[in-house]
């Protein structure tokens, strides 16, 4: 249904729990943790099958409710799979388009991992305009920043990065998609609403360790960049030979920035 399998996301989760950034993820923890009396709510948009879940109860977020959002029943129901015994999870089939019906009331915490390089800067503006009346904390991990980098080089490298970062601002299904600039549109949005806002560096640093994860995704370029005008089917089998030769070798940085940012006071 949403393109997103389990396997897939099984795949990039070591390397997103890897990634995030440590000095946010725990101002977070500490954040959510600070009144031991206080169940927080965490909505998580694009749930999933329980990233953010995973990733911040490993981090110490305890005693939390888990209101998981996503439009994939799949996906929520392998969520609840994993979650239900040990954690109050909540699941909540619906289409994060339909802003004012998202379950946000009495939310701490609106979380999202590897969502809103996905998004339009219309539904990050509707988000925001929905919470301006409550005091919600909002957590934005691992947003695509543009940046792909290989070692060792090819001489495609560039027009393939130049492709690809145009292919992720296609509608996926959310509107004109943010991609490369999700980080810095919100980021200037909040500020602007009055957020206290911090980023932090979410970069996947790739080497052979991820070797599977590294073939799936220049794969997933090479299917992304295929219609470009400026590279020939010829070149592009030629750059997936040589990228793929060297997945068990080779590394890659694939650029993030995490998004942390906590309410206006007053
Ligand atoms: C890149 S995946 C990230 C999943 C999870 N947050 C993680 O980090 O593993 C994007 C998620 O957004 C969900 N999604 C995409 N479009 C959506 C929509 N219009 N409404 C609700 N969920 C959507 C997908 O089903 C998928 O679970």
Request: charged share 15%; net charge negative.
């Given at each position: 249904?949403?393109?997103f399998s389990v396997n897939w996301l099984d795949l990039r989760e070591p390397a997103d729990q890897a990634a995030r950034h440590k000095g946010l993820a725990t101002t977070l923890v500490n954040f959510l943790q600070a009144d031991a009396d206080i169940s927080p709510i965490i909505v998580d948009l694009g749930s999933g099958t329980g990233s953010t879940l995973r990733a911040l109860t490993g981090l110490?977020?305890?005693q939390c409710v888990w209101r998981l959002v996503d439009h994939?029943?799949?996906l929520l129901n392998e969520a609840l799979r994993r979650h239900s015994q040990g954690e109050i999870v909540e699941d909540y089939q619906a289409d994060l388009q339909e802003v004012d019906a998202l379950p946000l009331g009495g939310a701490a915490l609106l979380s999202a991992s590897a969502l809103f390089d996905l998004v339009s800067e219309e539904l990050v503006d509707a988000l925001i305009a929905r919470l301006r009346t409550q005091p919600t904390a909002i957590y934005a991990a691992l947003n695509y920043d543009g940046r792909t980098e290989w070692t060792p080089v090819h001489p495609l490298d560039e027009a393939v990065l130049m492709a690809f970062n145009q292919d992720q601002r296609r509608d996926k299904g959310m509107g004109p998609a943010l991609g490369p600039d999700a980080a810095g549109y919100m980021q200037s949005m909040l500020?602007?609403?009055?957020?206290r806002v911090l980023t932090g560096d979410s970069a996947w640093l790739l080497g052979p360790d991820q070797q599977a994860l590294v073939a799936d995704l220049i794969r997933g370029i090479r299917t992304a960049v295929a219609d470009d005008d400026a590279l020939s089917a010829a070149a592009l089998d030629e750059w997936q030979a040589f990228r793929l030769s060297h997945a068990a070798s080779g590394h890659g940085l694939i650029g993030h920035i995490d998004v942390l940012a906590f309410p206006p006071t007053d």
């Open positions: 249904m949403s393109g110490g977020a305890q994939d029943p799949a500020e602007n609403a009055g957020y």
